[in-house]
């Protein structure tokens, strides 16, 4: 068993819904403005921006060195993580020219991974510590499964507990826990999900090259994924996860997550 060291954070996300303009529900004047930059990771929360969180949980879960993949425009990014050096993580950067998808992100990435294996996941989420680490300690290649139900606030209409997990990719893997299939957006309510949480090895840079755009006109992980399991014969364990997994998608989330943030002390 090889516990992986590295980490690729996915955070040049453009940030459009972020962008639109709605109620403000109480963000204060600095959210306010690092809502209408579409700066999702930079997001002032306590004090601290949303990405000090995200950090602060891969190295808990024992990541040493981290790649953000980041837009031409991180400067704010860079200044921050130069200002206030991380004790725990060596971060370096690569930049992804632009919004070509999460395959595309991922490739730029790619010297930084060099031949070993790593996790990836979105620089807007926040997941737990406990799938980091069971994924640092996998027998290759894996993927967090999240249970779709501890996904939801508890106290949600059941219609919209199911358009909310209709949003997700639904996750289907076999008795042995090997992943089978990934369908993005189905047509009923999965039991498992993906949260774009992964542990990769080097034949996903093969895959990426291969794969066409999707019909967004993007390359896409889950595309390369597939194209891997089916064209190199790459297996994925899919490993059963609970969350919450905190999404920091719309204006509408910072105040519910600034609060499930509060009692964490970050130590990067």
């Given at each position: 068993?090889?516990?992986?060291?590295?980490?690729?954070?996915?955070?040049?996300?453009?940030g459009s819904r972020m962008r639109r303009a709605q109620a403000e529900g109480g963000l204060s004047a600095?959210?306010?403005?690092a809502a209408g930059s579409g700066a999702k990771a930079m997001m002032p929360l306590g004090g601290r921006p949303f990405l000090d969180f995200v950090l602060n949980g891969?190295?808990?879960?024992?990541?040493?060195?981290?790649?953000?993949?980041?837009?031409?425009?991180?400067?704010?990014?860079?200044?921050?993580?130069?200002?206030?050096?991380?004790?725990?993580?060596?971060?370096?950067?690569?930049?992804?020219?632009e919004p070509r998808g999460t395959a595309h992100a991922l490739q730029t990435a790619e010297s930084f991974a060099s031949a070993e294996e790593f996790l990836l996941l979105n620089g807007d989420n926040h997941y737990p510590v406990q799938a980091l680490h069971d994924l640092r300690q996998a027998q290759g290649p894996a993927l967090a499964a999240f249970g779709a139900q501890s996904l939801l606030q508890p106290d949600l209409p059941l219609e919209q507990r199911n358009e909310r997990l209709m949003a997700y990719s639904d996750l289907e893997f076999d008795e042995a826990g090997r992943l089978t299939s990934i369908t993005e957006k189905p047509t009923t309510p999965p039991r498992w999900v993906s949260m774009n949480c992964w542990r990769l090895g080097p034949s996903i840079f093969e895959a990426c090259e291969a794969i066409e755009p999707s019909e967004r006109g993007e390359l896409e992980?889950?595309?390369?994924?597939?194209?891997?399991?089916?064209?190199?014969?790459?297996?994925?364990?899919?490993i059963p996860a609970q969350g919450p997994v905190l999404d920091l998608s719309s204006r509408a989330d910072v105040q519910r997550v600034q609060a499930a943030l509060a009692a964490i002390h970050v130590r990067l």
């Open positions: 068993m090889t516990k992986v060291r590295k980490a690729v954070v996915l955070a040049a996300g453009a600095e959210q306010t403005k891969l190295a808990d879960a024992g990541i040493e060195k981290i790649c953000m993949v980041v837009a031409p425009d991180h400067v704010a990014m860079r200044d921050h993580y130069s200002a206030q050096a991380p004790e725990r993580l060596h971060i370096e950067y690569a930049v992804q020219s992980l889950p595309s390369a994924v597939l194209y891997s399991m089916e064209n190199l014969g790459q297996d994925y364990l899919a």
